[in-house]
């Protein structure tokens, strides 16, 4: 197993997101900026595992990206997040390290967080590497 591909695979995310028409306007972050405000995608945590087999190297990647606001109701970021959702699966990411086999939705979660200040949506999503 490798984590080689982990660099490349949040790189391809990155770029389809902040190039998505429907995300025009909402900033991809990897780190949440200081004194955030307003609404913003944050690519986040991120788990892999072991996915060789007789033909090859290759792993399995569950990365979860998040819409944060703190404009009231979940409507608006649900939406946000329904379009992510339309960019990744299965889209055609190329890789600057192995090559995407699939990308796919896991699951969502929606809360509120800081007090119920600020509204979070937590999508998982599994991308499998060949290495």
Known sequence: ???????????????RLSTWPALDGVATYDAVPPNATGTFVLI?????????DKTGAGAEHQLIISVITDAT???SIKTIAADISDALIDAPL???RGSLVNLSFLRA?????EEGETRRIDLT?????QL
């Open 1 to 15: 197993m490798s984590y080689g591909a982990a660099p490349a695979v949040q790189q391809a995310v990155f770029q």
């Open 44 to 52: 986040g945590p991120e788990e892999a595992r072991d996915q060789s």
């Open 73 to 75: 109701g979940f409507l």
């Open 94 to 96: 190329v890789l600057f």
């Open 109 to 113: 979660s929606a809360r509120r967080i």
């Open 125 to 129: 999503f599994r991308a499998r590497v």
